[in-house]
């Protein structure tokens, strides 16, 4: 079952039960009057496919009618975020998709994000993510640094913020102060005091996603709703810890590679490293390990990190 909570007039987020667990993986919900007088039904990051009924029927309990959604905004591509939106649209007709244009093409055409995902989670993938249905290029609208999106009797702005992903963007009102941050502003789960940064592969890169950073502080938000999870009132801290720590697990990883360590070893290294914080900050509830990995596990950190030094850095592995 999913759960729903009002956040402010005219939003909601659902949580969704993402491998049978609450408060990891969320979709944020808008509603409102558009120009023209016509109610607006938007949906940011609805989720993979393994929790799509979980979604409908959360709409249809919050008294949504799916055939009205209008909107679907897309953060990036990951299939957390959007790998169930193919599926969805059967019973969202009239929806569009928007989405930035360096992911646009992998939506009508996801096997190369198939192919991409399946190096991280293998023979996981089916029960991860379900069935990913390409979306028709009909429905697609691309989406662009500084474009306005006037819906649910709000403007949305566009920014452009890579660094987690090269097409990852966020949904800023500049009005209520309230921004739609996907993973870019890290992974917060509730009750803990303790962001992580999502690195996977392949488009993992440091000094991009610094300047993000930099970005989504300049913009001074009240709140960020975060993908995983929920709303964060704190935002200088959650943002410097997390500028923190990305660049600490960087130079972990970097110290593995210099020293000719195998992934293996590298992995090990930094759940040492990670875990007793974690735990002494989550009050020694060992669950909060086992939903943190699910959004972001260490392999996967670790493999982003390894391909961004590889790739961006050869010059530091020596
Ligand atoms: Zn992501």
Do not use: C
């Not at 991860?128 to 609208?141: M, S, Y």
């Not at 704190?234 to 210099?258: K, Y």
Request: proline share 6%.
């Amino acid at each position: 079952m999913a759960e729903i909570n009002q956040l402010s007039p005219g939003l909601w987020h659902i949580s969704l039960p993402f491998q049978g667990e609450q408060g990891v993986v969320g979709a944020y919900v808008l509603t409102g009057q558009n120009a023209v007088g016509q109610t607006d039904l938007v949906l940011i990051d609805p989720g993979p496919e393994t929790t799509a009924q979980a979604l409908l029927t959360a709409l249809r309990e919050g008294g949504w009618d799916s055939a009205q959604v209008t909107h679907i905004l897309i953060t990036h591509i990951h299939l957390d975020h959007s790998g169930g939106v193919g599926t969805l649209l059967h019973s969202m007709p009239r929806a569009n998709v928007f989405v930035h244009a360096l992911g646009a093409p992998h939506l009508s055409d996801p096997a190369r994000l198939i192919q991409s995902a399946a190096r991280i989670y293998g023979e996981r993938m089916q029960t991860l993510w379900g069935k990913i249905e390409p979306i028709h290029a009909d429905h697609i609208q691309v989406i662009n640094d500084g474009t306005r999106l006037p819906i649910a009797g709000r403007e949305l702005q566009v920014y452009h913020t890579p660094g987690h992903a090269s097409h990852h963007v966020i949904f800023y009102d500049h009005d209520t102060r309230e921004l739609f941050a996907g993973d870019v502003a890290g992974v917060r789960l509730e009750g803990i005091d303790y962001v992580r940064p999502p690195t996977p592969p392949p488009d993992v890169d440091l000094e991009g996603w610094s300047r993000s950073i930099d970005l989504i502080a300049s913009l001074q938000p009240a709140v960020l709703y975060l993908a995983h999870f929920g709303a964060e009132k704190e935002t200088t801290h959650l943002l410097e810890e997390l500028r923190l720590r990305l660049f600490e697990w960087g130079e972990l990883v970097l110290q593995g590679l210099r020293d000719h360590k195998d992934e293996a070893t590298i992995i090990a290294d930094l759940i040492g490293h990670v875990e007793p914080e974690l735990q002494q900050r989550a009050g020694g509830d060992p669950d909060v390990s086992i939903r943190y990995d699910l959004t972001a596990n260490y392999k996967m950190t670790v493999q982003g990190y390894i391909r961004y030094w590889q790739k961006q850095h050869p010059e530091r592995l020596v």
